[in-house]
């Protein structure tokens, strides 16, 4: 009995190490790739800042904002917790439709082909099931809108779909570090240590979800 504390006390303190470790990547990332791109200076300079902004950093905190375990607001009600994922979230899309214009437009300056590369075809997907995500959380707000689903359900549903947009997120930003752009600037150890940010917060991600819903699921009798 002692061991199984003793070991749930240490998988504990892990829960709240990688989550204070998310929130720092995900921030130190962000910065990294706004000092990288310098934001103005270019059309295309706001695409990698803004589209980081999105998914490294907004998305990122909108998710954890739920964690049990580092949640930055961990002592206020679901409730208002709701309301800050809902901002964030809306500025995470926002940034990320302006990011996917700046470049779109760019390319059509330079007459270049749209959409010639996987992480120009995971980017278009990774936006338009971001658009989508959003406008189905909708029913977590106003659940009569979703007759016939219990609340319980539409959550558990709403953040599974989540998951799987914040980790085409992480995909299509990994894709844009294997970018000309991005190799010709970072080289090396630092190539591998930019692809490990998104890597390790879409682990913690992935964990709290699953820790949350399918665990919990599970364990019911």
Not at 35 to 54: D, E
Not at 184 to 199: D, E, F, K, R
Request: proline share 4%; charged share 10%.
């Amino acid at each position: 009995m002692k061991g199984l504390e003793s070991e749930s006390r240490v998988y504990s303190i892990l829960r709240r190490v990688s989550g204070v470790i998310a929130h720092a990547l995900c921030l130190v990332f962000t910065v990294f790739i706004a000092v990288l791109a310098r934001p103005g200076t270019s059309l295309f300079s706001w695409h990698p800042f803004l589209m980081t902004l999105s998914f490294s950093l907004f998305m990122t905190e909108a998710v954890l904002i739920f964690s049990p375990d580092s949640s930055p607001i961990q002592k206020f009600s679901h409730k208002m917790k709701g309301r800050y994922h809902w901002i964030l979230q809306a500025l995470a899309v926002s940034c990320g439709s302006l990011g996917w214009a700046a470049i779109f437009y760019n390319k059509q300056l330079n007459q270049k082909p749209h959409f010639a590369t996987w992480h120009g075809l995971i980017g278009l997907l990774t936006i338009l099931y971001a658009v989508m995500q959003s406008l189905g959380g909708i029913s977590l707000l106003y659940p009569k809108l979703a007759d016939g689903w219990s609340l319980a359900k539409l959550k558990r549903y709403h953040s599974t779909s989540g998951l799987v947009c914040y980790l085409l997120g992480c995909t299509s930003l990994l894709l844009g570090m294997s970018s000309l752009w991005f190799t010709t600037a970072v080289h090396s150890l630092g190539w591998y240590a930019a692809t490990l940010c998104p890597v390790l917060c879409g682990l913690v991600i992935m964990n709290q979800v699953s820790s949350i819903y399918v665990t919990r699921k599970q364990t019911r009798p």
